[in-house]
């Protein structure tokens, strides 16, 4: 390809509307253009990305033995009806009709149409295990948009579904799908950790993230993990063990059950210093919003709720902190004033109260009691309501690994791709079955994996970039090399820079010719720019025999004879292309 021919536009700014690196260099080096809010154009440079990581993934799962189709975007109603979910999937769903009045959706996910797929294909045991997948356009109306193609609207994905006839049978295709996962992301240029992770909104029992571990502003979730184990999990689904504290208030002479004036202490740091007591002996009361209707939460006063957590223990599909105004309507409804900071789990009825596992261990300790100033210290669990005990609570840094012991690290990671054990969530509710050796009619035990196309290549870039541009993995990159004469009114450059170029494209290395008649600094700089792996300048070394070789990604440079270069970039990647 020639430069003064391909689509590409760079631009001297980064979009105004950019957060993450990866959004502002994909944007300013022209691979994507925004259409509308979290949707956008894959320009030529980033479809060929794109395709990359596609066909990575194609080689992989076929591998795995999984086998490739193709589902329909747009969805039925009636199928979503039968799994259950057209009424609690959520704002995320889009809606639609058509012109015979009929409702769909456009499909964020395909569980409900491979599991009808399958019910109408699948009928003995004699057909299963069987793996399907398909990479797909997505559409998930979220809130909020942002990150470019991290969390947009469209998007591309790899999604596979196992069938089964046991546990025994999943288990094996999980970690299957797993091996599989770590070799797709190996091979683009991604080490990641598989960590433990909330199902959401797909369901099932069992499920694992594979993240990307970064230091940018685009890491979606905190990480915890161990380095004297295994032991990973998203912040959502992570656990601890706590380091020892105060639990018992007869230690600060809260040894009496008693109701005293708090007064204008609606914090915990408030209180604790008004009382002079640590807030491991505070139980802490949070209204939630969980589906439309309130919930409390119960925790340590030194810790926090992990909200996902929670939704999962009062059984909703979203849920937010409540407003000041819908905590005094929850107030009002029980004959109560108090606001915030001064609430108690006891005497608030039709609501769900969920005790985070630390209040389990609390003796005389204080609690708020629906009356404002006031609270009651020398407080147990008999003085206090609660439908539950469940973990609801954030793990934090340098607490102790449930699994060794050690002090848990965190970081930040972006995630890549998903595996789930769905179990018999889909198909139960939509009587997809098979008949068993038996002849008796079971239903599918089912698996899901998911790998985001769009987001894997958004996530390279947030690896590996610098200051001056992205610097994509070699198996990823749109072109290998580009070769930049210095001068293109130098006949010799020119000439030397086709026979670089003609003799790269007849080995089938991807290469482009900047041809253009520009300043040799605004090539090197969208060379740089748009990242690719390798770059030969011709230039005033050429009145030696060389040319500069120079490697992106360590930004390594070498004077060589023309076919030395050649011959150079050649070996490094079809070494890469073997691998």
């Known amino acids: 390809m020639r430069m003064s021919k391909l689509f590409v536009q760079t631009l001297r700014e980064f979009p105004s509307d950019a957060e993450v690196i990866s959004h502002k260099y ?4 022209g691979y994507i253009r925004k259409l509308t809010s ?10 060929r990305v794109l395709k990359k990581v596609e066909n990575i993934v194609r080689e992989e799962m076929d591998r795995a033995g999984a086998q490739e189709l193709l589902m ?10 039968e799994s259950g979910r057209w009424d609690v999937y959520g704002r995320e769903l889009m809606r639609l009709k ?3 009045d009929r409702e769909m959706c456009l499909g964020p996910t395909h569980e409900e149409i491979i599991t009808s797929v399958a019910r109408d294909g699948l009928k003995s045991y004699k057909q299963l295990p069987v793996n399907l997948y398909q990479i797909q356009s997505k559409f998930r109306d979220e809130v909020r948009p942002r990150f470019g193609l991290l969390r947009g609207r469209e998007f591309i994905m790899k999604d596979a579904y196992s069938f089964s006839t046991s546990q025994e049978e999943l288990d094996k295709e999980y970690e299957n799908m797993a091996q599989a996962y770590r070799t797709i992301f190996n091979r683009c240029g991604l080490p990641t950790k598989m960590v433990q992770s909330d199902s959401g909104a797909i369901g099932g029992s069992v499920s694992h993230e594979f993240m990307v571990i970064t230091d940018t502003d685009a890491g979606e979730n905190d990480v915890f993990y161990c380095d004297d184990c295994n032991y990973s999990a998203n912040s959502n689904h992570a656990v601890s063990t706590l380091p020892e504290a105060p639990t018992d208030g007869r230690e600060y002479n809260l040894i009496e059950t008693k109701i005293v004036d708090t007064p204008d202490t609606r914090t915990i740091e408030e209180l604790c210093e008004f009382l002079k007591v640590p807030s491991s002996l505070i ?4 209204v939630y919003i969980a589906d439309s209707e309130p919930a409390l939460a119960l925790i340590r006063g030194d ?12 059984g909703a599909n979203e849920i937010r902190i409540a407003t000041a105004e819908e905590i005094e309507e929850l107030m009002k409804k029980n004959n109560y004033s108090a606001r915030a900071g001064f609430i108690g789990p006891k005497g608030i009825n039709g609501v769900r109260v969920i005790a985070d596992n630390t209040i389990k261990e609390l003796k005389n300790f204080v609690v708020g009691i629906n009356e404002n100033d006031k609270h009651l210290v020398g407080a147990n669990l008999s003085d206090i309501r609660y439908d539950e005990f469940a973990d609801i609570r954030l793990a934090e840094r340098n607490e102790y690994c449930p699994q060794c012991g050690k002090p848990l690290k965190v970081t930040r990671g972006i995630e890549v791709g998903n595996i789930f054990q769905l179990g018999t969530k889909y198909s139960e509710p939509m009587n997809a079955i098979y008949l068993d050796s038996d002849g008796k009619a079971k239903p599918y035990i089912m698996g899901c994996y998911g790998i985001g196309i769009s987001r894997t290549a958004a996530a390279a870039v947030e690896a590996h970039h610098d200051e001056y541009g992205i610097k994509w993995p070699l198996a990823i990159a749109p072109y290998h090399v580009v070769v930049v004469p210095v001068s293109t009114k130098d006949e010799a450059q020119m000439n030397t820079a086709e026979y670089i170029y003609n003799r790269l494209n007849a080995k089938s290395i991807e290469v482009v010719l900047d041809d253009r008649n520009e300043r040799p600094g605004v090539k090197f700089k969208d060379a740089d720019l748009i990242g690719f792996p390798f770059r030969i300048t011709v230039g005033k070394t050429l009145q030696d025999g060389k040319v500069e070789l ?12 023309p076919d030395e270069a050649i011959e150079r970039v050649y070996k490094i990647i079809i070494s890469n292309t073997e691998q």
């Open 98 to 100: 058509d012109r015979h």
């Open 72 to 81: 329909p975007f747009v969805q039925p109603k009636e199928l979503w009806q």
């Open 283 to 286: 139980c802490k009361c949070l």
């Open 303 to 314: 810790k926090q709720v992990e909200e996902t957590k929670l939704m999962n223990a009062v």
């Open 38 to 47: 979290g949707v956008y154009s894959y320009l030529p440079l980033m479809w």
């Open 550 to 561: 120079v490697t992106r990604e360590n930004g390594c440079k070498e004077e060589l004879s």
């Open 26 to 29: 994909l944007v300013k080096a």
